[in-house]
C-alpha cells in the first residue's frame, strides 16, 4: 500500500544527510534496482535461468539470428539492445555513492556533473529522441483527429465534447479521459489509434510520403530504413544535434577536454590544429570582408559573451537532462517495462487524478477563477510571508526540496531509461549470464518497407487506417530515391547544395592523402616515445588498431593495455571475492582467463572496492577526428579503475570498452552517481 502512495520511501536526505551505508554485493539489495535483480521472475528469459558455471556466454560477438530470445522475460531483443546503445552514449562516469538515493534508484545524475561539450551532444540526442519525438507524435494525433478523414473516431470525439459542455461537466469528461487512459492501457489504443510518425501528413491528417522516400522505420520522423529497431531514430537525432548553430556545432565535433589525456608536445593531438577555430574564423572573416573589425581587440563583447554561455552551459545541460529523465520516467510509469511493477506506477497518477474528478462536480468557474488569481496576487506580493517562511524551512529541515522532487513523491521507484537498464545489466549479471552487447551490421539498411501489423497502423472501429485506401498506403510506403531530396523551393535548394567541383575534390583528397602520410609517422613515433617512458605515449599505444585485428574479447576476458603493455582485462566472480585483474599473459588469446591460477596480474582490484568508473578516449579529441577522418578507422578508447583508497588505473585500447564497463557497473553491489 506504501509504495502506491507519493510518499518518500526515505527521508534520510533530510534527517541524517550524512549517514553512509556501503553495499558490497547485489544480495545486499541497497536499492529497488538491486533487490529487482535479485528476486525471482515470473517471467524469465534465457539469462534468469540458473546456471552452474561461473560465466555463461549467450551470444557475445554473434550475429542477431544466432542470439537466443527473449534474454529477459517480457522484453524482446530489439528492445534490449536498443536501450544497452543509448545507454552506451549517456553514461560516461560513473561515482559511488555512500548516501541514500532519491527514488530508491541509483544512476542519477550528479548535481555537480561536469559538462563537456560532447555530453551536451549526447544530451540534445536523447532530448530528440524522447521529448521532441513524443511531441511529434503527440501534434499528428491532434492532426488526425482534428481533420475528420476518421469521421468515426472524431464525431464521437465531438459529439461527448459538446454534450460536456452543455451540462457544464468539460472538466470531469477531461480528468475521467484521463484517468481511464492512465489506469487502462488498451483505452490508448481505441482512442488514439496508432500509425507511422513519417507517414502522417502534419497539415492535413491523411498519408503522406515519408521524407526518406521509403517507409523503413515506424518511429522515426523520416521513415528511414533501420537494420535495428531505434536505430534511425538514433542517426535522426544525430543528424539534429549537427544541424544547431554555433554552440552545438563545437559539441558535434566531439570535444571533450576532460575525458582526453593532456596533449604532450609532439604529440599528435598537439600538432593538428583546432576543428572549432574554423567557424569562429570564417565568421570573422566575413566581418572583416564586409569592413568590420574582428577579434577581441575590435569587440568587447566576444570575450564576456563566449565567457557568458560556457558559463551557462552547466544548468542548461542540466535541465535538458531533467526534462528528459521526467519524460521517461512518466512514460516508463504509464508503459512499465519487467521487471519493474506492472501497475502501481498506473494506479498511483490516475489515484492522483482522482480527486481532481470528484471536486471539479463541486468547484465552479468563478470559484476557480477567483483562488487562481488569489494565488497570483499572493506569490507577486507575498514575498514578506513567503521569504521568512522559506528561511525558516531551510535552517529546520535542510533539503527538503529533495522530499518534494517528482522521483521522491509521484514518480517514486518509477525509472528512466539508464535506470532500467542498469537493472536490466543487474539480473544478468546476477544470474552468471553477462548482456550480450548489441550485434552490429556494416551493410546499410536495405531500401525497402517495413512489415506493418495493427501495432504500428490500425483504426478504431471499421474504419480504414488513416481512411486510406490499401493502394494509397502501399504507395506512400513504397521506396522512392528522389522524395529525401525534395525541398521547399528552388531558393531551398540553392541554399542547401554543397558544390566542391572537379578541382575541389581533388584538392580536398590531396589534403587527405598528406594527413594519412602524417598521422601514420606521428602514431609511428609514439613507439619511440613510449620506449623512452613518456607516459602518454604508452597511453596512446594501440589505440588505433589494425583494420585486421580482431575484437572479439568478452564476456570474460577484454583486449586491452596498460602502461603500453599488452594484455587483457579480465574478470573472475566464481572466487570468494570477485574481482577485476589485468594480465600480460599471452595464453589468455587462446585459453581464457577462467579458472586459472597460474596467471600472474599485474594488478588487482576487488569489485566491491571500485569507486568509480570513467571512460577515457584513446586520443585527444582534435587527434581523433583526423585520424577517423584520414584513416577511416575506428579508435579503441580506454576506461580508468578508480578503487575506494584512490589509486586509477587506467586500460587503454580497448576496442569493447563499453562492454567491460557495462559488466562493471552491474556485478557489485555499489550505488552509482553519474558524472
Known amino acids: ?91 560516461y562516469h560513473v561515482k559511488e555513492v555512500p548516501t541514500a538515493v532519491p527514488g530508491d534508484l541509483d544512476f542519477n545524475i550528479a548535481d555537480e556533473e561536469g559538462f563537456p561539450p560532447d555530453k551536451l551532444r549526447a544530451s540534445v540526442e536523447r532530448f530528440y529522441m524522447t521529448v521532441v519525438i513524443g511531441l511529434l507524435a503527440a501534434v499528428k494525433h491532434t492532426v488526425r483527429l482534428r481533420s475528420w478523414r476518421e469521421t468515426r473516431r472524431t464525431s464521437c470525439f465531438c459529439a461527448a465534447y459538446f454534450i460536456a459542455w452543455v451540462f457544464d461537466l468539460i472538466v470531469p469528461l477531461l480528468t475521467l479521459t484521463l484517468i481511464t487512459l492512465i489506469a487502462y492501457p488498451r483505452s490508448r489504443e481505441v482512442l488514439f489509434p496508432p500509425a507511422p510518425l513519417a507517414l502522417v501528413d502534419g497539415k492535413t491528417g491523411g498519408v503522406q510520403k515519408p521524407k526518406a522516400g521509403v517507409l523503413g522505420s515506424t518511429d522515426s520522423s523520416t521513415g528511414a530504413s533501420q537494420n535495428f529497431k531505434g536505430e534511425a531514430v538514433e542517426q535522426e ?142 506569490g507577486f506580493f507575498g514575498d514578506p510571508i513567503i521569504s521568512p517562511g522559506l528561511q525558516w524551512l531551510n535552517h529546520t529541515f535542510p533539503n527538503w526540496q529533495k522530499l518534494l522532487e517528482l522521483r521522491n513523491t509521484i514518480l517514486k521507484g518509477v525509472p528512466t531509461n539508464a535506470q532500467l537498464t542498469i537493472t536490466l545489466l543487474r539480473i544478468c549479471e546476477a544470474n552468471k549470464a553477462p548482456l550480450p552487447p548489441p550485434p552490429s551490421i556494416n551493410e546499410p539498411p536495405p531500401e525497402k518497407p517495413t512489415e506493418i501489423t495493427d501495432a504500428e497502423l490500425r483504426a478504431t472501429g471499421a474504419e480504414p487506417p488513416l481512411n486510406a485506401t490499401d493502394e494509397e498506403l502501399r504507395e ?23 558544390k566542391h567541383g572537379k578541382h575541389g575534390r581533388k584538392l580536398v583528397n590531396f589534403f587527405k592523402g598528406t594527413t594519412k602520410g602524417a598521422v601514420k609517422t606521428l602514431i609511428g613515433t609514439d613507439h619511440a616515445r613510449a620506449k623512452a617512458g613518456s607516459h602518454h605515449a604508452k597511453n596512446r599505444l594501440g589505440a588505433v588498431p589494425r583494420p585486421d585485428a580482431s575484437n572479439i574479447t568478452g564476456p570474460i576476458d577484454f583486449k586491452g593495455r596498460y602502461k603500453g603493455q599488452k594484455g587483457h582485462v579480465y574478470i573472475t566472480t566464481k572466487s570468494t571475492i570477485p574481482a577485476v585483474s589485468f594480465s600480460t599473459d599471452e595464453t589468455i588469446e587462446n585459453i ?33 577526428i583526423v585520424v577517423g577522418w584520414s584513416l577511416g578507422r575506428e579508435v579503441a578508447d580506454g576506461l580508468e579503475i578508480t578503487d575506494r583508497i584512490g589509486n586509477t588505473r587506467r586500460v587503454t585500447a580497448l576496442p569493447m570498452r563499453d562492454q567491460l564497463f557495462n559488466r562493471l557497473v552491474a556485478i557489485g553491489g555499489q550505488k552509482w552517481e553519474a558524472w
Open 1 to 91: 500500500m506504501l509504495d502506491v502512495l507519493p510518499i518518500p520511501s526515505t527521508t534520510q536526505s533530510v534527517t541524517d544527510p550524512e549517514k553512509h551505508e556501503i553495499a558490497n554485493t547485489l544480495a545486499d539489495k541497497p536499492t529497488l534496482s538491486h533487490a529487482l535483480a535479485t528476486d525471482d521472475h515470473e517471467e524469465k528469459g534465457l539469462a534468469q535461468r540458473e546456471h552452474d558455471g561461473e560465466v555463461v556466454d549467450l551470444g557475445w560477438n554473434e550475429k542477431k539470428q544466432k542470439i537466443a530470445a527473449p534474454l529477459v522475460g517480457g522484453l524482446e531483443n530489439e528492445d534490449l539492445w536498443l536501450l544497452v546503445r543509448r545507454f552506451n552514449k549517456q553514461i
Open 237 to 378: 537525432a544525430s543528424s539534429f544535434v549537427n544541424g544547431f548553430t554555433s554552440i552545438v556545432v563545437t559539441s558535434a565535433t566531439g570535444k571533450n577536454p576532460e575525458a582526453a589525456a593532456p596533449a604532450e608536445k609532439g604529440s599528435p593531438d598537439d600538432s593538428i590544429p583546432d576543428p572549432t577555430g574554423v567557424a569562429v574564423a570564417a565568421a570573422e572573416a566575413k566581418e572583416v570582408s564586409a569592413g568590420g573589425k574582428a577579434g577581441a581587440k575590435h569587440d568587447k563583447t566576444k570575450v564576456p559573451v563566449e565567457t557568458a554561455m560556457w558559463t551557462k552551459m552547466r544548468p542548461i545541460m542540466h535541465g535538458i537532462a531533467d526534462v528528459s529523465d521526467t519524460w521517461e520516467r512518466f512514460a516508463n510509469a504509464l508503459s512499465p517495462t519487467p521487471p519493474f511493477p506492472r501497475n502501481i506506477y498506473r494506479l498511483r497518477l490516475a489515484g492522483l487524478v482522482a480527486p481532481l474528478f470528484l471536486i471539479s462536480f463541486f468547484v465552479t468557474s468563478y470559484m476557480f477563477a477567483k483562488g487562481v488569481t488569489f494565488g497570483v496576487g499572493f
Open 476 to 498: 506512400a510506403m513504397e521506396h522512392d530515391p528522389h522524395t529525401a531530396h525534395e525541398t521547399g523551393g528552388p531558393d531551398i535548394d540553392a541554399a542547401k547544395e554543397t
Open 592 to 624: 581464457g582467463s577462467q579458472e586459472r591460477e597460474d596467471l600472474h596480474p599485474l594488478w588487482t582490484v576487488a569489485i566491491n572496492d571500485i569507486a568509480e568508473l570513467k571512460k577515457v578516449g584513446g586520443y585527444g579529441w582534435k587527434a581523433k
